[in-house]
Nanobody
């Protein structure tokens, strides 16, 4: 079993920054690749970013490329998402997931956190 807890969400003005963190626990948690998805009201959960189990590869949705950076701390067993240049369309609940397989695919994830709200005002 893997447990995931997100933190760092909040309210920020357009152009501002936030840093989300996902704390992982469980014996197998370090064996999983990790990803961030988001879900806005009335929309499906969409891929944002992911990092492989060893940290060697990172992936980003086109909509966040150049603005968001994913990183992994193997000592703390956390995965962070640094977000800069936030836009109102980034408003959503952000979820951290642990999985294998194609990391941009929702179904590839076996475990999810409870989510953290990010709201970007115009």
């Amino acid at each position: 079993q893997v447990q995931l807890v997100e933190s760092g969400g909040g309210l920020v003005q357009a152009g501002g920054s936030l840093r989300l963190s996902c704390a992982a626990s469980g014996r197998e948690s370090r064996d999983y690749s990790m990803g961030w998805f988001r879900q806005a009201p009335g929309k499906e959960r969409e891929f944002v970013s992911a990092i492989t189990w060893n940290g060697d590869n990172t992936y980003y949705a086109d909509s966040v490329k150049g603005r968001f950076t994913i990183s992994r701390d193997f000592v703390k067993n956390t995965v962070d998402l640094q977000m800069v240049g936030l836009k109102p369309e980034d408003t959503a609940v952000y979820y951290c997931g642990a999985g294998t397989g194609p990391l941009h695919v929702f179904g590839a994830y076996d475990y999810w956190g409870q989510g953290t709200q990010v709201t970007v005002s115009a």
